[in-house]
């Protein structure tokens, strides 16, 4: 899948994350990716919001420790446990630009505004999401810049942050208003996962999200726009690896299917079978991009305990989908829609009953009836 992003007002973590997920990505799977990095004391949400004309996801974290000074080989080593490559690569980045900047080595540097929660979720986060979507190619609009002065631990500094400029070497770059338009976080994302830099490539669009900064502007929508896409002329392919299990619990079935989802197959799954002497079984299939393939069959061995699995190559057809919001009861609940019908978001619903005593499947046909 290629991702081209429109950096429309600027780019920060926050708002690639929400645009990420309101073309699709899995909140869920964000949670999870972070909750392996150990991070503690936090919580994630995202909420439709109103930005100028347009509605767009707004990330919202609260954290219990509102501390930012963290050394920088801290959040490297746990980024690297939630097993995502470009948030590893992206807080490394920052690591060196600081280092260079302030004179000291990469492994000794200790981040100040940067060292907080918010930081390593943001990274995490987008990684995990880009995983999610499958997103193999990433590509932008030029940024801008922005213009002005920024406060921080050592002092006033003009914007673009130091940091910032140091990240986007090699990127293309244009004037902005007034304001930070591009964060550290922003740039080391991009800097991470490879992105190019040009108008949009040819593809067939699939999907479009808009992720909200937190800067309400007066003439226009703050926004971050996130365009996913397959390449022109090219069949979507996927692989489906499968291996039969006749020795392994209902537990570790559903914990393998969970792990795979974590680490970015696009779908995994369990149907029932009858083996050979009669041995009631079960076939567990994982969904995946190709590049993903090594790694996801990696982790069926070591859970399982297979022997072997089989590699199907699969077309994969993925219609056009968006996310809208209703609200139910003083709630949002999420809609996820496509071309031939709409279904409410189970998680949103559960909590909604939760909080209200009211029967899910009533809380279902009234979400539907407000959509």
């Known amino acids: 899948m290629i991702l081209y992003l429109n950096p429309f007002t600027g780019l920060a973590g926050d708002m690639l994350l929400g645009a990420l997920l309101d073309a699709g990505a899995s909140i ?103 995983r999610d979507l499958g997103v193999t190619r990433v590509h932008s609009a030029a940024l801008p810049l922005g213009r002005g002065t920024v406060r921080t631990r050592h002092g006033v500094l003009p914007v673009p942050a130091p940091a910032t400029l140091a990240l986007l070497s090699g990127a293309s770059v244009r004037g902005g208003a007034d304001g930070e338009a591009v964060t550290p976080t922003g740039a080391a994302l991009l800097r991470a996962a490879g992105a190019r830099y040009g108008p949009p490539p040819e593809m067939a669009l699939q999907a479009t999200g808009y992720g909200a900064g937190t800067r309400e502007l007066a003439d226009r929508p703050n926004v971050t726009v996130a365009m996913l896409g397959t390449p022109a002329g090219e069949q979507s392919h996927q692989l489906v690896l499968s291996t039969n299990l006749d020795d392994v619990t209902g537990e570790v079935l559903g914990h393998v299917i969970e792990r795979a989802l974590a680490a970015g ?34 982790l069926i061995f070591s859970e399982t305990g297979s022997l072997g699995l089989r590699r199907s190559v699969v077309d994969k057809v993925a219609l056009p989908r968006g996310v809208d919001t209703v609200r139910l009861h003083g709630h949002d609940v999420r809609m996820k829609y496509g071309p031939w019908g709409v279904k409410p978001e189970h998680e949103d619903l559960a909590r909604l009953a939760e909080a209200t005593g009211r029967p899910l499947r009533e809380l279902a046909r009234a979400a539907l009836e407000a959509w």
């Open 28 to 130: 869920d799977v964000v949670r999870r990716a972070v909750t392996a990095t150990g991070l503690t004391g936090w919580r994630l949400d995202a909420k439709r919001v109103r930005t100028g004309p347009l509605t767009a996801t707004r990330i919202q974290i609260e954290v219990d420790d509102d501390a930012t000074r963290r050394p920088a080989a801290v959040l490297i080593e746990m980024a690297a446990r939630s097993g995502l490559p470009v948030a590893e690569a992206a807080l490394t980045a920052i690591a060196e630009v600081e280092g260079a900047l302030h004179g000291v080595p990469a492994g000794e540097v200790c981040l100040h505004e940067l060292g907080g929660h918010d930081t390593l979720i943001d990274i995490v986060g987008c990684a995990a999401a880009l």
């Open 265 to 298: 197959a696009a779908d995994a799954w369990v149907t029932p079978a009858v083996m050979k002497k009669g041995r009631p079984a079960h076939v567990l299939h994982v969904l995946t991009n190709p590049e993903l393939a090594d790694h996801l069959q990696e």
